[in-house]
T-cell receptor
């Protein structure tokens, strides 16, 4: 069985500062890992995915994530936050079926 | 682009009513899913379907049923709505099972309130 833990339910940053959203996973097999973003009143949109290729994955809107097997982590980062990044972010682990984390709400202050 | 549409964005129903939530995808995907999303709990899988007329229970199927008569359409049914089913319901679709990078594409969601 697989599971995922998002370590922060809420992260607040100032515009122009780095973003770090943390995710740890548990899986008996080599998983695929995803980050999805949900803007207010919208559906989920895929940011990026890891599927056993390069461990550093680049996604849309300047986000990237690094797969670290030794730490069972898949943290999401962005060098400089923008106001439009304010949203809820979900880390997902997949081995056959998908398991979603509880979500991290990102607030960006002007 | 894949498009997943849901019949209603907002729905208000009374306790005991029968509720139908409809979802349609236009990319000939094999798999379709229904989730509910609640604050602090993320997304929880209710039911999924990997083919027409096929369905599988997810993590929280109690109080729900589904129907998939056509490949593009997947319906979620609340036989007798209860207040604890007030939630955001999200539909998703994906290509066939067994693919490692099986991205799911989501609809905009239906916010259901049961009074």
């Amino acid at each position: 069985a697989q599971s995922v833990t998002q370590l922060d339910s809420h992260v607040s940053v100032s515009e122009g500062t780095p973003v770090l959203l943390r995710c740890n996973y548990s899986s008996s097999y080599s998983p695929s890992l995803f980050w999805y973003v949900q803007h207010p009143n919208k559906g989920l949109q895929l940011l990026l995915k890891y599927t056993s290729a390069a461990t550093l994955v680049k996604g849309i809107n300047g986000f990237e994530a690094e797969f670290k097997k030794s730490e069972t982590s898949f943290h999401l980062t962005k060098p400089s936050a923008h106001m439009s990044d304010a949203a809820e972010y979900f880390c997902v682990v997949s081995v056959g079926d998908m398991r979603f984390g509880a979500g991290t709400r990102l607030t960006v202050k002007p | 682009d894949v498009k997943v549409t849901q019949s209603s964005r907002y729905l208000v129903k009374r306790t005991g009513e029968k509720v139908f939530l409809e979802c349609v995808q236009d990319m000939d995907h094999e798999n379709m899913f229904w989730y509910r999303q609640d604050p602090g709990l993320g997304l929880r899988l209710i039911y999924f379907s990997y083919d027409v007329k096929m369905k599988e229970k997810g993590d929280i199927p109690e109080g729900y049923s589904v129907s998939r008569e056509k490949k593009e359409r997947f319906s979620l049914i609340l036989e007798s709505a209860s207040t604890n089913q007030t939630s955001m319901y999200l539909c998703a679709s994906s290509l066939a099972l067994g693919l490692d990078d099986n991205e799911q594409f989501f609809g905009p969601g239906t916010r259901l309130t049961v009074l």
